[in-house]
Structure formats: structure tokens, C-alpha cells
């Protein structure tokens, strides 16, 4: 019996060694292999990871997996930032390279952590049915211990076309010091600069962590900046406790560029007028951004005809928003013309960097009067009779706004009219001063009874000592005729005179 039973179990495996083996096939295993799992706080990384179907086992068929997605999900502070991946299939031995972005926060603890990956695949299950699968796959990322920086804030006084200081403060948000520290600032634009560089460096020999550091830089902002936000780049290279080195990541160091300073001119008022030297005034207001030290009004050039006694006013320091009045004495030639002129006025000042600096051009519009009368000029005694003659007497008034000395008046007639003593003086005249002058005038017989002009000028010194001509002056004389019936006084006079000298002669030679 026993030998029938050994002799069946031979046969058996004889059989059964002769009978090829059927291959055994694997349904789809997904799992994920990542070569560097270190990411940088304070930026968005790109993690990179290889998704394969390698199911365990000695199998010697896996089947494809088709239609993969991949759901990535946050874990903790870390904010993935990609929705999906999809891959078409995936077979045995064909890994798909996949990234996800992951947003790490500055300050984010140093360790390892597990992002979820919630993976859905369909696989083909051998009997011609299609299978879903939905499995959890965890990627490991680690944030590595050590000093980690943070831009904290940023104030800058530097307007366009100028220059100022640049404060920038950061933080080591990491949880190890750092020691030897450079902080890089650069500039890649071309209206900002550091200094007379595009870039600048600050040193710290130790920066422990949670420690605030404050780096002042000297900035530059061209005149084609515009008044907005600029970006620096910042890096941080130190080294660590254990005397290992290392860098930060590129930072963005946020600038403002500030309006350049302006200033504006309000309450202009004027009382220049031709040929004299009169008031030019108004109020000067800082418009900002800052402040402006030892502010000076200028008067720029005004061309030939007018002339500043002073070419600048100090107003003083002003704050943005602040004004201040100022005044020019200005002379305008007799030469000039009347009405609507433009005056460029500007303000010269300090800036908080302790440059000097001129603000643009302020255009200044004011009018110019007509050039006025020396003199107020009227007649007291200017009515005679045809035929006869007398003082011709005038009051003459100062109308300008300073005294004149020397004054030296004169009388010009035309016939019928004539003159005798035509000049008269006065030592000096005070403003608003009229004095009486007089003069011998008189009228031919024959002159037609009307008004006649008698022109008069006058010669002085103003009150810088220039002798002066004044402009000519017309002053009216009214001639009436002689009364009817009355005789001419100057024939009878000489008349007179004529029977007067020829009874004198026949006396003389009766005598002799």
C-alpha cells in the first residue's frame, strides 16, 4: 500500500514538473520617490517627485495605470499652491516626473513635513472590467534648521531727482544665530541707485535669532524715476554656529520713490509800473514731500527792461505743506512796455540729506502799469489878456514814493506866447510835497482869444542820486481878448514911453 501511494506521489510530480508555469500579474501599486526634500522658507518651492507603479512582490506583470490624477493638499503652515496633476497612464518601470509649488511662510518651524497626496487612478482588472482606485500617498519635505531672514519693513526719503536715505529693517526668523553676516542690497533699475553703485553691502557679526537689525543706504533717484514703488533685491550670506556657511534667498526690498519737491506761488499782487522801481510780493507754499531747509526766492533773470534790487528773498525752513511770504523791490526801465509780464521765480533749498537744490521753475504773471507822472503839474495863475503879460504861476507835486532834490523846472512857449524868466527851482520835494513855482509870461496883442499849451520839464535827482529829465508836461494858458473899447495897455505904454523920450531930447538940446 504504502509503495502504491509513493509510486502516485512520483507520477504526480513528474506530471506536474512537465506542465508549464502560468505567470502571475499584479494589479497597479502608485507610491512616490523624492531625491531632495529640503525647502526654503520665506519663498514659493518647487518640490519635484517621481510617481511609479512598483507593486512589492515577486510578480512578473503589473498592470498599467490609466487616467492618474493627483490631488495635492496643505499640511500644517505650508500652502500648496498646485490644484492637480494628471498623468495619461503609468506602467511598470515608467515613473512620471511630476512638481507641485508649495508656498513656505517665513517663519515656519524647521522639521519634517508630510504633504498629502490623495492619488485616483483606473486600472484595467484582467476581465475586461475597469477598476477605480483612490489611495493616499505622503510626500516628505524637511525644513532644516538654521538662520532664516525676513524683510520687516522699509522707509525711504529719497524723492526723484534727488537723493536720501533708504532704512531697512529685517529679521533672523530662523531658530539658529548667525554669525559674520553680509547683507547684499543691488539694484537692477536703472533710476535707483546705492550711493554711486548698484549695490551696497552692511556688515553684523552676530544676529540672533528673532533679532531685528536696522541697515540705512544712501539712495539715488533719477530725474526719469517716476513717483512709485521700486524692488531691491537683498541677500543674506553667514555663517553657522557649527562654522558651516550659508545664504538666504533672494529678498525683495520694497522702495518708494518720492514726488519730487514742488512748490507753488499764491497771493501774487504788484505795483510795478513803467519807470519806476515798485513791490513785487507773494506767498511761497512747500507742496512736499519733505521738508526743505533755508529755503531762498529767487528772481531769475528777467531780461533787460526790469531789474530786481535783490535777485533772491530767504523765506526760511519750510515743512511740507508750510508757507511763507516774500517781497522784491523790482525796477522797470522807462524803455519797458506796459501790461502782462511773466517773471520766472524759483526756491533754492537744502534737503535733508544736506544738498543743496533748486525746485523747478514757478512762472509768475503779474501786470505792469503805465509809467506815471513824475509830477502832478497845475496852473494857479494861467489866464492873461492879449496884449499883456505877468506871473505865470503853477503848483508842482511829488508823486513819486521817495524824495527829489535839485529840482530845476523850464518853460518852453510857442507865439503868441513868450517868456521872460522861464526857469524856476526847488532844493528838494518830499513824497505828496507840492510847491508853487513861478514864471514871466506873456501874450501878443494880436493873439486869438483861446487856450495855449505851455510846455514845461523838469530836471532832478532821485533818491539814488541820478539826475533824472522828467517826461515833458503841457500846462494850459487861456488868452482873452482885450475889453471892447479899452486901449491896448503895451501900444499906449509905449506910446508913452516914445513922447516921453522925444521931450526929453528936445529939453537936452534946448539946454545945450
Given at each position: 500500500?504504502?509503495?502504491?501511494?509513493?509510486?502516485?506521489?512520483?507520477?504526480?510530480?513528474?506530471?506536474?514538473?512537465?506542465?508549464?508555469?502560468?505567470?502571475?500579474?499584479?494589479?497597479?501599486?502608485?507610491?512616490?520617490?523624492?531625491?531632495?526634500?529640503?525647502?526654503?522658507?520665506?519663498?514659493?518651492?518647487?518640490?519635484?517627485?517621481q510617481?511609479?507603479?512598483?507593486?512589492?512582490?515577486?510578480?512578473?506583470?503589473?498592470?498599467?495605470?490609466?487616467?492618474?490624477?493627483?490631488?495635492?493638499?496643505?499640511?500644517?503652515?505650508?500652502?500648496?499652491?498646485?490644484?492637480?496633476?494628471?498623468v495619461?497612464?503609468?506602467?511598470?518601470?515608467?515613473?512620471?516626473?511630476?512638481?507641485?509649488?508649495?508656498?513656505?511662510?517665513?517663519?515656519?518651524?524647521?522639521?519634517?513635513?508630510?504633504?498629502?497626496?490623495?492619488?485616483?487612478?483606473?486600472?484595467?482588472?484582467?476581465?475586461?472590467?475597469a477598476?477605480?482606485?483612490?489611495?493616499?500617498?505622503?510626500?516628505?519635505?524637511?525644513?532644516?534648521?538654521?538662520?532664516?531672514?525676513?524683510?520687516?519693513?522699509?522707509?525711504?526719503?529719497?524723492?526723484?531727482?534727488?537723493?536720501?536715505?533708504?532704512?531697512?529693517?529685517?529679521q533672523?526668523?530662523?531658530?539658529?544665530?548667525?554669525?559674520?553676516?553680509?547683507?547684499?542690497?543691488?539694484?537692477?533699475?536703472?533710476?535707483?541707485?546705492?550711493?554711486?553703485?548698484?549695490?551696497?553691502?552692511?556688515f553684523?557679526?552676530?544676529?540672533?535669532?528673532?533679532?531685528?537689525?536696522t541697515?540705512?543706504?544712501?539712495?539715488?533717484?533719477?530725474?526719469?524715476?517716476?513717483?512709485?514703488?521700486?524692488?531691491?533685491?537683498?541677500?543674506?550670506?553667514?555663517e553657522?554656529?557649527?562654522?558651516?556657511?550659508?545664504?538666504?534667498?533672494?529678498?525683495?526690498?520694497?522702495?518708494?520713490?518720492?514726488?519730487?519737491?514742488?512748490?507753488?506761488v499764491?497771493?501774487?499782487?504788484?505795483?510795478?509800473?513803467?519807470?519806476?522801481?515798485?513791490?513785487?510780493?507773494?506767498?511761497?507754499?512747500?507742496?512736499?514731500?519733505?521738508?526743505?531747509?533755508?529755503?531762498?526766492?529767487?528772481?531769475?533773470?528777467?531780461?533787460?527792461?526790469v531789474?530786481?534790487?535783490?535777485?533772491?528773498?530767504?523765506?526760511?525752513?519750510?515743512?511740507?505743506?508750510?508757507?511763507?511770504?516774500?517781497?522784491?523791490?523790482?525796477?522797470?526801465?522807462?524803455?519797458?512796455?506796459?501790461?502782462?509780464?511773466?517773471?520766472?521765480?524759483?526756491?533754492?533749498?537744502?534737503?535733508?540729506?544736506?544738498?543743496?537744490?533748486?525746485?523747478?521753475?514757478?512762472?509768475?504773471?503779474?501786470?505792469?502799469?503805465?509809467?506815471?507822472?513824475?509830477?502832478?503839474?497845475?496852473?494857479?495863475?494861467?489866464?492873461?489878456?492879449?496884449?499883456?503879460?505877468?506871473?505865470?504861476?503853477?503848483?508842482?507835486?511829488?508823486?513819486?514814493?521817495?524824495?527829489?532834490?535839485?529840482?530845476?523846472?523850464k518853460?518852453?512857449?510857442?507865439?503868441?506866447?513868450?517868456?521872460?524868466?522861464?526857469?524856476?527851482?526847488?532844493?528838494?520835494?518830499?513824497?505828496?510835497?507840492?510847491?508853487?513855482?513861478?514864471?514871466?509870461?506873456?501874450?501878443?496883442?494880436?493873439?486869438?482869444?483861446?487856450?495855449?499849451?505851455?510846455k514845461?520839464?523838469?530836471?532832478?535827482?532821485?533818491?539814488?542820486?541820478?539826475?533824472?529829465?522828467?517826461?515833458?508836461?503841457?500846462?494850459?494858458?487861456?488868452?482873452?481878448?482885450?475889453?471892447?473899447?479899452?486901449?491896448?495897455?503895451?501900444?499906449?505904454?509905449?506910446?508913452?514911453?516914445?513922447?516921453?523920450?522925444?521931450?526929453?531930447f528936445?529939453?537936452?538940446?534946448?539946454q545945450?
Amino acid at each position: 500500500m504504502k509503495r502504491t501511494i509513493l509510486v502516485v506521489l512520483i507520477v504526480a510530480s513528474l506530471l506536474v514538473s512537465a506542465v508549464p508555469v502560468m505567470g502571475l500579474t499584479s494589479n497597479p501599486d502608485l507610491r512616490t520617490v523624492t531625491a531632495d526634500r529640503t525647502i526654503t522658507p520665506g519663498s514659493v518651492n518647487e518640490v519635484s517627485f517621481q510617481l511609479v507603479n512598483d507593486p512589492d512582490g515577486p510578480d512578473d506583470d503589473v498592470r498599467t495605470a490609466t487616467s492618474v490624477r493627483v490631488r495635492p493638499g496643505n499640511t500644517g503652515p505650508l500652502k500648496v499652491e498646485t490644484n492637480e496633476l494628471f498623468v495619461p497612464e503609468l506602467a511598470d518601470g515608467d515613473p512620471a516626473d511630476l512638481s507641485i509649488q508649495v508656498d513656505v511662510p517665513k517663519d515656519v518651524d524647521s522639521g519634517t513635513y508630510r504633504i498629502p497626496l490623495r492619488i485616483t487612478y483606473e486600472y484595467d482588472n484582467g476581465a475586461g472590467s475597469a477598476v477605480e482606485r483612490r489611495v493616499t500617498e505622503y510626500l516628505k519635505v524637511r525644513v532644516k534648521p538654521g538662520p532664516r531672514f525676513t524683510v520687516v519693513d522699509t522707509d525711504s526719503t529719497a524723492a526723484v531727482n534727488g537723493q536720501g536715505t533708504l532704512e531697512v529693517t529685517m529679521q533672523n526668523v530662523g531658530d539658529r544665530e548667525a554669525l559674520d553676516s553680509t547683507l547684499t542690497l543691488s539694484s537692477a533699475s536703472p533710476d535707483i541707485s546705492l550711493g554711486s553703485d548698484k549695490s551696497s553691502t552692511r556688515f553684523v557679526d552676530s544676529w540672533a535669532e528673532g533679532e531685528n537689525r536696522t541697515f540705512e543706504f544712501d539712495a539715488r533717484v533719477s530725474d526719469a524715476a517716476q513717483p512709485s514703488n521700486y524692488s531691491l533685491d537683498a541677500q543674506v550670506d553667514y555663517e553657522r554656529p557649527d562654522g558651516t556657511s550659508g545664504s538666504s534667498t533672494s529678498l525683495t526690498v520694497p522702495m518708494r520713490a518720492l514726488p519730487e519737491m514742488r512748490f507753488s506761488v499764491s497771493d501774487v499782487s504788484s505795483s510795478l509800473r513803467v519807470g519806476e522801481t515798485n513791490t513785487l510780493s507773494g506767498t511761497v507754499t512747500n507742496n512736499g514731500p519733505k521738508v526743505a531747509e533755508d529755503a531762498v526766492v529767487t528772481f531769475e533773470d528777467p531780461g533787460p527792461t526790469v531789474s530786481p534790487t535783490e535777485t533772491s528773498v530767504a523765506v526760511g525752513s519750510l515743512d511740507a505743506g508750510e508757507s511763507a511770504q516774500f517781497s522784491f523791490e523790482v525796477e522797470v526801465t522807462s524803455s519797458a512796455d506796459s501790461g502782462p509780464r511773466q517773471f520766472d521765480l524759483a526756491v533754492d533749498y537744502w534737503d535733508e540729506e544736506g544738498t543743496q537744490r533748486q525746485s523747478d521753475t514757478i512762472p509768475t504773471r503779474v501786470d505792469v502799469g503805465q509809467e506815471s507822472a513824475e509830477f502832478d503839474v497845475e496852473p494857479v495863475n494861467g489866464t492873461f489878456t492879449a496884449g499883456s503879460g505877468g506871473e505865470f504861476s503853477v503848483t508842482v507835486t511829488n508823486t513819486r514814493d521817495y524824495t527829489v532834490t535839485d529840482v530845476s523846472a523850464k518853460i518852453y512857449t510857442d507865439s503868441p506866447l513868450s517868456t521872460s524868466d522861464d526857469e524856476a527851482f526847488v532844493d528838494e520835494l518830499e513824497p505828496g510835497e507840492s510847491r508853487e513855482l513861478i514864471f514871466q509870461l506873456s501874450a501878443d496883442g494880436s493873439a486869438t482869444a483861446k487856450t495855449y499849451p505851455v510846455k514845461m520839464d523838469f530836471q532832478y535827482d532821485d533818491d539814488g542820486g541820478d539826475t533824472i529829465v522828467s517826461d515833458t508836461y503841457q500846462v494850459p494858458v487861456d488868452v482873452r481878448s482885450a475889453p471892447d473899447g479899452g486901449l491896448p495897455v503895451v501900444p499906449i505904454a509905449i506910446g508913452v514911453l516914445v513922447v516921453l523920450a522925444a521931450g526929453g531930447f528936445l529939453y537936452y538940446r534946448r539946454q545945450g
